[in-house]
């Protein structure tokens, strides 16, 4: 069991669409069908700058670029989320190594948590997908926020859930919005992505899970 002194990590926070899951492919797919249907064509320039984005934030960008007719925004949006569901469940992927990973977290003793932009409906559907949820003690949605990442609120409700201290706490991101999310909460960074990241924010670079050294956390 870990020591609970100090600024000792106790408890690891993951954020989810890339960190657990492999879901870019997904969001894009579904985007795409969703919004290609009210007559917006969308670019991979701009949809790079949406990939951070709640979906809610997405929608209205998209709105904002090219207005539609006949559905609501609160529609569409909704529309995306049950088409990114129905496509977890049927192709959804878990990121290399990560139930191993949380594994050995758990038998080590540290609380885990999981703190993500996606809507709250899709946390369990990723979850139980990839059979992961018996391992997270809590987790949140930015849609409970004001905002979302890179504002920190999402990482401290979580936190604040586990009744853990930020300082005490080290999130995995792969993103620099979702590292400076949790840099503004407080806390120590992983970032894991398999292409070659330049985040100076983050505590810890990974290509992939089994490259990190859980030891180091103590």
């Not at 049927?90 to 703190?115: C, D, Q, R, T």
Request: include cysteine; glycine fraction near 6%; charge should be negative.
């Amino acid at each position: 069991m870990i020591q609970k002194k100090g600024n000792n990590i106790e408890t690891i926070i993951f954020d989810m669409d890339g960190v657990i899951i492999d879901s870019e492919g997904i969001w894009k797919k579904a985007e795409k069908e969703v919004f290609s249907s009210v007559g917006v064509k969308l670019s991979d320039e701009l949809c790079r700058i949406t990939e951070t984005m709640t979906t809610e934030e997405v929608t209205k960008f998209w709105f904002d670029k090219q207005p539609w007719e006949k559905k609501s925004l609160k529609e569409i949006e909704n529309d995306v989320i049950k088409r990114v569901a129905h496509l977890i469940k049927e192709e959804g992927k878990p990121i290399n190594g990560i139930e191993i990973f949380i594994k050995n977290l758990k038998s080590k003793g540290f609380k885990i948590g999981l703190a993500t932009n996606s809507p709250s409906i899709l946390i369990p559907t990723v979850l139980e997908k990839l059979k992961l949820k018996k391992y997270f003690d809590a987790t949140s949605s930015a849609e409970n926020e004001l905002e979302g990442k890179p504002n920190p609120s999402v990482y401290l409700t979580v936190a604040n859930k586990l009744n853990t201290k930020p300082e005490n706490c080290i999130a995995v991101e792969d993103s620099y919005s979702g590292l400076l999310a949790a840099k503004r909460a407080g806390m120590k960074t992983i970032v894991v992505s398999e292409e070659i990241v330049d985040y100076e924010i983050a505590d810890y670079k990974i290509n992939y899970y089994g490259q990190f050294d859980i030891s180091l956390l103590n």
